[in-house]
């Protein structure tokens, strides 16, 4: 789509006077992250302009009129994927078009304020009680006891007498102890609301997702490389065939030589494995099974691996700031949600087994997720503090 239409399309838009074709195309473009920063220069662009000669009554009104559209929109789709039984497909709708609506608020309040907004930690509520997204951080402690905070505006390394610890590329690089040191473990804890990426002693590089664990020795022994994880963790394993790779979350033991995977294990009752380059073998109880690029292996509910073709983009789009689901489940999707933003949650009824497919930027603040997640599966949510409460809209 050319740069003049796309202009075209945000006036109508905000003037309400899009057809719904013209509105398929807007969101289409503009639903997915590696658009977002396009489309907010483009806002600042157009309302630099209104903010020199709107009132504020006027900037509301447009405000209203753009959240009345998008209501009116999304209530509108919602209906009718329910009359045709199928699966809602419209998440990356909605967050191109609540993007449309909160980056023109923001924008418009910082203009008439002419100051700019308050820098707040993340996973906390600001003075206005909004929660931000998490951010880049961790706590490692080494086998030795010692504990470094990653995440604050300090340095926790710099200055320090540090043999095993430094920064290469701007990652975290823990460096191989010497042979005759004795085999002990260290830990790198990432939080909810937090994410983390460092280079293991052998190379091999590792990204941490919110609320998990590694536990990875100080040296790697001549013969294998092991690691324990808990949580979500993305692999990129150096490729040694003297020295396969391996991983272990609960019962389920992962080996390798040189791959990309992630592996899932929030709960040990929900372990998945998604195989992006290479080829793995996984051991449960018992069971052995080799995995190929682009295949997801899961523990069912009768304790058998399961194997199934998936999107790969599902697995590896947390790391790169975004949400993406592919025929997903509400519970899978509230409690990306939940360790993102650092809640805690409980659920008013049942949920429907309807399945949600689209992306939701992971920089998005919580009101932006929720007020998307509301229009497109119909849920109410309260919050109290870090805790939400999701209940049916019907279901009060």
């Known amino acids: 789509m050319e740069k003049t239409n796309i202009h075209q399309l945000f006036k109508k838009f905000v003037d309400n006077r899009c057809t719904e074709h013209e509105i398929d195309r807007l969101m289409v473009y503009f639903g997915h992250p590696s658009s977002y920063a396009q489309l907010r220069k483009m806002i600042e662009q157009e309302l630099a302009v209104l903010s020199d000669s709107s009132s504020s009554r006027s900037i509301d009104k447009i405000v209203h009129k753009v959240d009345r559209r998008m209501s009116s929109t999304f ?11 199928r699966n809602l497909h419209i998440i990356r709708w909605s967050a191109a078009a609540a993007c449309l609506l909160f980056a023109s608020i923001a924008f418009w309040q910082n203009a008439e304020k002419q100051s700019p907004l308050p820098l707040v930690a993340q996973g906390i509520p600001d003075s206005t009680g909004e929660i931000l997204p998490g951010k880049e951080q961790a706590r490692l402690t080494l086998y030795n006891g010692e504990q470094y905070e990653f995440g604050n505006s300090d340095d926790p390394i710099q200055g320090k007498d540090n043999t095993i610890l430094r920064y290469v590329d701007g990652k975290l690089v823990y460096c191989e102890s010497n042979e005759d040191e004795a085999l ?12 983390f990426a460092m280079q293991l002693p052998d190379s091999s590089k590792v990204w941490l997702n919110a609320n998990s664990k590694l536990y ?30 391996k991983v272990q979350t609960g019962d389920l033991h992962i080996s390798v030589l040189g791959t990309s995977f992630n592996v899932r294990a929030y709960q040990p009752a929900h372990i998945a494995t998604t ?26 509910s009768d304790g058998r691996l399961k194997l199934r073709r998936i999107d790969i983009e599902s697995a590896t789009a947390w790391k790169e700031g975004y949400f993406y689901f592919k025929d997903e489940t509400l519970a899978k999707i509230l409690q990306d949600v939940v360790n993102w933003y650092d809640l805690t949650i409980s659920i008013g009824g049942t949920l429907p087994d309807t399945r949600y497919s689209g992306s939701i930027d992971r920089n998005s603040n919580l009101s932006g997720v929720l007020n998307m997640l509301s229009a497109v599966a119909g849920l109410d949510f309260e919050r109290n503090g870090n ?10």
């Open 387 to 396: 805790h939400l409460t999701v209940k049916l809209k019907n279901n009060r």
């Open 75 to 85: 209530e509108a789709l919602r209906n009718e994927e329910k009359k045709k039984k």
């Open 275 to 300: 195989l992006v380059e290479g080829r793995v073998q996984l051991d449960y109880q018992g069971q052995t099974l080799t995995m190929s690029p682009g295949e997801n292996v899961f523990i069912a």
């Open 216 to 245: 990875f020795p100080n040296r790697f022994p001549k013969n294998e490389r092991s690691v324990k994880i808990e949580g979500e963790v993305f692999f990129e394993v150096r490729p040694d065939k003297k020295r396969p790779f």
């Open 184 to 195: 002990q473990w260290n830990v790198l804890d990432v939080p909810k609301a937090g994410t």
